[in-house]
């Protein structure tokens, strides 16, 4: 334990503070389409997802192991560049989280850390490479796969219940969707809580506390696991209108269809050691049911928006990233302790916006809009 010096100990609680908002950013991943089908209660949504969440943490360590060693130098990284790129992923899980963008915490790590080791170390600190092989690449085809599989699921979904009586369809799909959120939220969990073990790991062995190549010790595993869980279970309410409600008017064989092909995907990444969005896969995969199902509206808008988001989402962390590793890299522990107050600044701005206009359990399907209200009575509004 006398590595874990403060500046370490301060890295690891801010990667459980991302780990807690990328709980609450993703939620909607799971359980949207239960709630605005009328499958799952709200509150039991969060609360059966948050367990699964805990749940999915300990079954794969494959993605934690690309986050430490892939797709930057671990020689070369310091906690100093490690918590500048943390800040940056979680200002912009706030800020998405706001506006209720369902954009991908996990691009925002990504490119939290490349632009703090970039800063930091220099570009031969990032794995160039590996960041194509298992990130870009997969953010290009998981949602394409999982909108197709969601697409061909719902179309015949509806043509072998055609003759069937709605009611008895409606029911049993409903039935379905809790089985299949649920392994939706277990591999979020074995997927994305990965991805915090990963950065502490990092942490661990830039300070010397672990040797190279190593995988996330148990507690690690386990304060990653928790983390996450008590995100999810709070839940992001703002971007679960924007997936439920926001992108099309899910029923539950859609919502069936949805989840069942979102969750055959992430599993399928997480065990091949891909670091994939399951923001984008979720997304895809509600397109894809909303495609399948004949007369159904896409709201193209809502998708064109998300879109953008995820294309400006590792870029601008990694921005916020590098700005944060360069004040940290040449103010040292002053530097650090900027930064944090900034931080600490603009969230709390953001939680405080937010309050003008919430959406909670008991107002999440009302509507698909998501406004934030300034006081001279300004909206700014997204389709969510």
Not at 193 to 216: F, N, R
Request: proline letters at 3%.
């Amino acid at each position: 334990m006398d590595h874990i010096t403060f500046l370490v100990a301060v890295v690891i609680v801010t990667a459980l503070a991302f780990d807690f908002t990328n709980g609450f950013h993703d939620t909607a991943n799971a359980m949207a389409t239960s709630i605005a089908t009328g499958a799952l209660r709200p509150r039991t949504a969060v609360l059966i997802s948050g367990v699964l969440n805990v749940v999915g943490a300990f079954l794969s360590t494959e993605v934690a192991k690309t986050i430490s060693g892939g797709i930057v130098d671990d020689t070369l990284v310091t906690p100093g560049m490690i918590f500048a790129g943390l800040v940056g992923a979680i200002l912009w899980n706030l800020a998405t989280w706001l506006l209720g963008l369902p954009s991908s915490s996990s691009h925002a790590l990504f490119g939290g850390l490349i632009g703090a080791v970039w800063v930091g170390a220099g570009e031969h600190g990032v794995h160039f490479d590996k960041v194509v092989e298992k990130v870009l690449l997969p953010a290009v085809a998981s949602p394409l796969i999982a909108g197709v599989a969601a697409l061909i699921a719902t179309y015949l979904a509806y043509r072998i219940t055609a003759r069937a009586r709605q009611k008895t369809v409606t029911k049993g799909f409903r039935l379905g969707q809790i089985a299949s959120a649920s392994l939706v939220s277990l591999a979020h969990g074995t997927n994305d809580a990965q991805k915090t073990m990963g950065v502490i790991t990092l942490t661990l062995i830039s300070a010397g506390a672990l040797g190279h190549d190593a995988g996330p010790p148990l507690w690690v595993i386990a304060s990653a696991g928790l983390a996450i869980g008590l995100g999810t279970y709070l839940g992001g309410w703002r971007i679960i209108r924007t997936m439920g409600k926001g992108l099309t008017d899910i029923q539950s064989p859609q919502g069936f269809a949805a989840e069942a092909a979102s969750t055959t995907v992430i599993l399928t990444s997480a065990h091949l050691g891909f670091a994939l969005s399951t923001t984008q896969v979720c997304s895809g995969g509600i397109l894809g049911a909303g495609l399948g199902r004949r007369l159904a509206e896409v709201r193209w808008g809502t998708a064109g928006r998300m879109v953008v988001a995820w294309l400006v989402t590792l870029p601008a962390a990694a921005l916020v990233g590098g700005l944060s590793a360069s004040v940290v890299t040449h103010g040292g522990n002053f530097g650090i302790v900027v930064i944090a107050l900034l931080a600490l600044a603009v969230a709390t701005f953001i939680v405080v916006m937010s309050r003008r206009n919430p959406v909670h359990a008991s107002n999440v399907n009302e509507t698909h809009e998501v406004s934030v209200r300034g006081a001279a009575s300004t909206q700014v509004s997204t389709a969510a």
